[in-house]
């Protein structure tokens, strides 16, 4: 079983729509980080939550912390082509170590 | 922003040699890095844990002796695959933890495609 389990694992839409990607677990976490990365590429940070209920916006990107800090979702709003990648969910688990969650493979077709 | 750097970006090797993979923080110190391996429409999947000047810690079920990692400086961390065989083949990614900002700051390399026919 993986820590964190992200869903969607693949979500196909049309330019101009509106998506969300999930990250669960059953562990509480202090913080949680998501990433987006392009083939061919390491991934980029996007954003760190370290408060329950903390929403954070990144231009068209919302990213909410769960209150009991189990949880995150990232909604995109009016997704362009250029949001098309792989969106990861990470924590800092035992040992200090960042693990991801499986990913969310995000295409946006113009 | 800190830049993370790793070369090559592309390797093609024959089954039973072995490829060095270097990974390189360019303007800070990195007294922790990580190394990664990413199977294609798959996540990252922490491989070791590199710590400058000591022996790396390698997570469960990754051989130690296949995957050596060397960490000699506060910049450079070194990760040898070798006698590599097919299904080695994979997207290898570094990180690297800098040295004066908080725990929970990491940065990535752009990656290293490994082919191994």
């Known amino acids: 079983t993986q820590l964190l389990e992200q869903s969607p694992q693949f979500l196909s839409i049309q330019e101009g729509e509106n998506l969300t990607v999930y990250c669960n677990s059953s562990?509480?976490?202090?913080?949680l980080q998501w990433y987006r990365q392009e083939p061919g590429e390491g991934p980029v940070l996007l954003v760190t939550?370290?408060?329950?209920?903390e929403v954070k916006k990144l231009k068209r990107l919302t990213f909410q912390f769960g209150d009991a800090r189990k949880d995150s979702s990232l909604h995109i709003t009016a997704a362009q082509p250029g949001d098309t990648g792989l969106y990861l969910c990470?924590?800092?688990?035992?040992?200090?170590?960042?693990?991801f969650g499986g990913g969310t493979r995000v295409l946006v077709k113009p | 922003g800190a830049v993370v750097s790793q070369h090559p970006s592309w390797v093609i090797c024959k089954s039973g040699t072995s490829v060095k993979i270097e990974c390189r923080s360019l303007?800070?110190?990195?007294?922790?890095m990580f190394w990664y391996r990413q199977f294609p429409k798959q996540s990252l999947m922490l491989m070791a844990t590199?710590?400058?000047?000591?022996?790396?810690?390698?997570e469960q079920g990754v051989e130690k002796d296949k995957f050596l990692i060397n960490h000699a400086s506060l910049t450079l961390s070194t990760l040898t695959v070798t006698s590599a065989h097919p299904e080695d083949s994979s997207f290898y990614i570094c990180?690297?933890?800098?040295?004066?900002?908080?725990?929970?700051?990491?940065?990535f390399g752009p990656g290293t495609r490994l082919l191994v026919l």
């Open positions: 990180s690297a933890r800098d040295r004066l900002a908080g725990k929970e700051t990491q940065y």
């Open positions: 562990s509480v976490f202090s913080s």
């Open positions: 939550v370290v408060t329950g209920g």
């Open positions: 990470a924590v800092w688990a035992a040992g200090n170590k960042l693990t």
């Open positions: 303007d800070f110190q990195a007294t922790t």
């Open positions: 590199s710590n400058e000047g000591s022996k790396a810690t390698y």
